[in-house]
């Protein structure tokens, strides 16, 4: 079983970020992490959605029985001849069962959907649809697999109804984005459309499997919007008003997340500032201690020595770059001794970094101007 898929966002991007969430309830996700293919509780209540009916019932089933008359007898597993993107990669996603035999929902069982449908573009659609059922089948007893195969039915008639709302409110989303500001009536409204749409395909119990970490993560973020908006608020007051917002949320792992990624932030900004004032090493560690714990601040502080040791060295290799540039014309001479110097002071990997870091250099002092 695997982790939620999702990191919490960072409120620097945040207007970015959001625009990525709603237009996201279109895309097909490829799941970041490997997974167990399947597994079996002997706990959890019945989750039964092979009787769940819909306004778009018919659609959907119209649509799974052309897809199910493909000839999907070249599957066994669902796993043979597996397209080049997924091949050497772990199925990620879990078929969770009862005591019963009785599927349990769960958001592992969306990310096994998307696994599948992330070769969309190398497999047609029929193929991707039979691979699905063909594993679904392989590991999971009745009834659980029918249910199983049936929610892949509505997830798919779901998918291909979510490109219409998502055209309603492109134009608005572009359009805010480029007067500085985020719509948020506009984003709550597609947010409504949306719901109402998993309404007609899902049952209450999947829409909360499939979706409840991902809304709590966009309601998050929409709220960080609408805080950093607000320009009757004064910069204390906003943080103040973000940190009760995540003081409010329900305890589970979405909020751990959030508030793990909120002191990052303060973290890396007040490591900025204290650094522009010079702070002391030791300063330095309280303060992370105080964040993140003795261990992070520790390897923090390491970190520190590296990059002040990188630095030493890096301009001991300007200095002497342009003293070889400078004293000899033969220029293919010049690179040569500079190439010799670059292996004395500098292994592989930070060999690689050093045009990079001069490119840094040069816009940092031009910036400083």
């Not at 500085?180 to 719901?195: I, P, R």
Request: glycine share 4%.
């Amino acid at each position: 079983m695997s982790n939620n898929r999702r990191l919490p966002y960072v409120p620097i991007i945040i207007i970015a970020v959001i625009i990525a969430i709603t237009v996201a309830v279109i895309m097909w996700f490829k799941p970041d992490q490997n997974a167990v293919a399947s597994s079996e509780t002997n706990s959890g209540q019945v989750k039964n959605n092979t009787n769940n009916t819909t306004s778009d019932s018919s659609d959907s089933d119209s649509g799974a029985a052309i897809l199910s008359g493909q000839n999907n007898t070249q599957f066994t597993t669902g796993l043979e001849n597996l397209p080049r993107s997924l091949q050497g990669t772990e199925v990620d996603g879990e078929i969770i069962i009862d005591e019963n035999k009785q599927l349990i929902v769960t958001e592992g069982l969306r990310r096994l959907f998307d696994y599948f449908l992330s070769a969309l573009g190398e497999e047609e659609e029929a193929v991707i649809y039979a691979r699905v059922e063909s594993y679904i089948r392989s590991h999971t007893p009745e009834p659980a697999a029918s249910q199983a195969v049936a929610i892949f039915d509505q997830y798919i008639a779901y998918l291909k109804a979510i490109p219409e709302i998502e055209k309603r409110y492109g134009n608005l989303q572009l359009q805010a984005t480029k007067s500085g500001e985020l719509d948020l009536n506009a984003v709550t409204q597609q947010k409504q459309d949306v719901s109402k749409l998993r309404q007609q395909y899902f049952s209450k119990e999947t829409i909360t499997a499939f979706f409840g970490t991902e809304d709590d993560y966009d309601d998050y973020s929409m709220e960080m919007v609408r805080i950093n908006q607000n320009t009757q608020l004064s910069d204390a007051q906003k943080e103040a008003a973000k940190q009760d917002y995540i003081s409010r949320m329900p305890d589970n792992t979405t909020k751990a997340n959030i508030a793990q990624q909120a002191n990052l932030n303060e973290l890396m900004t007040r490591t900025e500032q204290m650094k522009a004032k010079g702070a002391s090493p030791e300063a330095l560690y309280n303060m992370r201690r105080e964040l993140v714990g003795a261990p992070a601040a520790a390897r923090l502080a390491q970190v520190d020595q590296e990059d002040a040791n990188f630095d030493q060295r890096f301009d001991q290799y300007q200095t002497q770059k342009q003293r070889l540039l400078s004293r000899n014309a033969d220029k293919a001479q010049a690179q040569t001794q500079i190439n010799q110097l670059e292996q004395q002071l500098f292994n592989d990997t930070e060999r690689k970094r050093l045009a990079g870091y001069a490119a840094m250099q040069q816009q940092n002092a031009a910036a400083a101007q």
